[in-house]
């Protein structure tokens, strides 16, 4: 019994130390993890967005884009603008939920 119960926790253990592996994303591509504040790859919804444009720019920053420039929201609540990404020029976008697109 008693080994039974050392070998499920070992079990345990490997088996979440495998969950919590990750990798990390391609150098030409963004971080695809989502966080508790949107997630970059996710599809843009419309919607009411109160995202200011300060607030927007330090979202792409923290997110990896650099250099973000002619950001402007459009008639559906979808900030767009263009922004540097591992020394390439991407066109970028987020949503009212703070999800972010990026081309």
Known sequence: MRT????????ALGGAGAAGAQTA???DR?????T???AV???LEPGANSFTEGQ???RFS?????????LKKDDQGIW???AMHAGKPVSIGMDYKGNVAAQ
């Open 4 to 11: 039974s119960l050392v070998l499920a926790a070992l079990l």
């Open 56 to 58: 927007v720019k330090e």
């Open 62 to 70: 923290k997110m990896g884009f650099g250099e973000v420039t002619d």
């Open 41 to 43: 790859g996710e599809q």
């Open 30 to 34: 963004p971080a695809t993890t989502g």
């Open 80 to 82: 767009h603008g263009k």
């Open 36 to 38: 508790a504040h949107g």
């Open 25 to 27: 994303p391609a150098p």
